[in-house]
């Protein structure tokens, strides 16, 4: 069983960037895909950005321009890299890894973009 921890949230102001990492208790080379998604208050939790093995990387169109997902399997940690963030980014933001028949979550952490 993988843990996730996510790491690098925080207070920012319009127009900053902040970069998130999600490191993994063991080696991330197995899953198949490993993404972002956010969760805002009152709505439900959204894609932000995911690496799917053979099939590159997706984006929401709301961060395109603005994130980059990337992953580094010799150091288990997957990190999104935010610029240009607006408040309606504000959220928690989890890490996902999915593999063969299992799919697990990070605890979150939280993002807010404010004045």
């Known amino acids: 069983q993988v843990q996730l921890v996510e790491s690098g949230g925080g207070l920012v102001q319009p127009g900053g960037s902040l970069r998130l990492s999600c490191a993994a208790s063991?080696?991330?080379?197995?899953?198949?895909?490993m993404g972002w998604y956010r969760q805002a208050p009152g709505k439900q939790r959204e894609l932000v950005a995911s690496?799917?093995?053979?099939?590159?990387?997706n984006y929401a169109d709301s961060v395109k321009g603005r994130f980059t997902i990337s992953r580094d399997n010799a150091k288990n940690t997957v990190y999104l890299q935010m610029s240009s963030l607006k408040p309606e980014d504000t959220a928690v933001y989890y890490c996902?890894?999915?593999?063969?028949?299992?799919?697990?979550w990070g605890q979150g952490t939280q993002v807010t973009v404010s004045s």
């Open positions: 690496i799917i093995s053979g099939e590159g990387i």
């Open positions: 063991r080696s991330i080379f197995s899953f198949y895909a």
């Open positions: 996902n890894a999915r593999g063969i028949g299992s799919t697990t």
